[in-house]
């Protein structure tokens, strides 16, 4: 892709960002390894704050400019969230929740992630990318039909048994 296409998508990303109410500033962006951000997340869901550690991460990086492979920026994100600061920095001078991390990057590998964001519905089908809210409510309908055809087969005598884990194909 050009510059001059990768400038255009992320104007495009802005764009759809602010449609629903979220302010992304791709040209003050800090690009950095994200690593160290990524265990500060499994951190934060130890104590039960992971949703609020990647949110505060997601609009330091997205929205404010922050360097969130910096370890300064990191404790004081952080803090904000409630984590403690002496803990955290601890935390980011060790290997602590490398494993983790790793143990996520290889279930992202399995299902074929390449790039975010990535939407893994129902644990069988997929969305990649910034779609439009269209694009989701057709997915969900449409999985909607299948699993209903899917499910009305099981209904039949000698059909498929189907349950929220798959459907079995009886022995005949």
Known sequence: MSVEQAKANSRNLEKMAAEVGLEFNFDTQILTNTFDAHRLVMFANKQGLMHEMTDRI???YFTEGKHIGDHTTLV????????????????LSSTDMSG??????????????????FFILNK?????????????????????????????????????????????IPKK
């Open 100 to 117: 983790e991390v790793r143990e996520d990057e290889g279930l992202a590998a399995q299902y074929g992630i390449r790039s975010i964001p």
């Open 124 to 168: 069988k089908y997929s969305l990649t990318g910034a779609q439009p809210t269209e694009t989701f409510i057709q997915a969900l309908n449409q999985i909607k039909a299948e699993e209903s055809a899917i499910t009305d087969l099981g209904d039949q005598d000698g059909g498929l048994s189907c349950d929220e884990n798959g459907c079995e």
């Open 58 to 60: 997601l609009r330091a």
């Open 76 to 91: 004081q994100l952080a803090e904000e969230v409630g984590l403690n600061g002496e803990s955290v920095k601890e935390m």
